[in-house]
């Protein structure tokens, strides 16, 4: 299983960036997806989260209406469209890959995300 991340930077409070996580090594379309965020001294935590044929998707509550998820199974990708940036959006954002048999969580390296002026 590889997850590769891509798209993070600097953005300016009320900017945008989209980050996208290249799978390989798995059957994608039957995985579920996830971004998680890991900022300095703060754990882990869940942003969003979208099932195998991305018709189902969950968001924490501090991203909801700014953030969207998406997958393109014939691309073997998850994307994460970031809108309204906010400096407490800054983090490092971790792509996730979970699904059958066994459901063992599979992480991505992980992409950097400013958000400051």
């Known amino acids: 299983v590889q997850l590769v991340e891509s798209g993070g930077g600097l953005a300016q409070p009320g900017g945008s960036l989209r980050l996208s996580c290249a799978a390989s090594?798995?059957?994608?379309?039957?995985?579920?997806m996830s971004w998680y965020r890991q900022a300095p001294g703060k754990e882990r935590e869940l942003v969003a989260g979208?099932?195998?044929?991305?018709?189902?998707?969950m968001y924490a509550d501090s991203v909801k209406g700014r953030f969207t998820i998406s997958r393109d199974n014939a691309k073997n990708t998850v994307y994460l469209q970031m809108n309204s940036l906010k400096p407490e959006d800054t983090a490092v954002y971790y792509c996730?890959?979970?699904?059958?048999?066994?459901?063992?969580?599979?992480w991505g390296q992980g992409t950097q995300v400013t958000v400051s002026s």
């Open positions: 090594g798995f059957t994608f379309s039957s995985y579920f």
């Open positions: 996730n890959a979970k699904g059958p048999p066994r459901w063992i969580p599979h």
């Open positions: 979208i099932n195998s044929a991305g018709g189902n998707t």
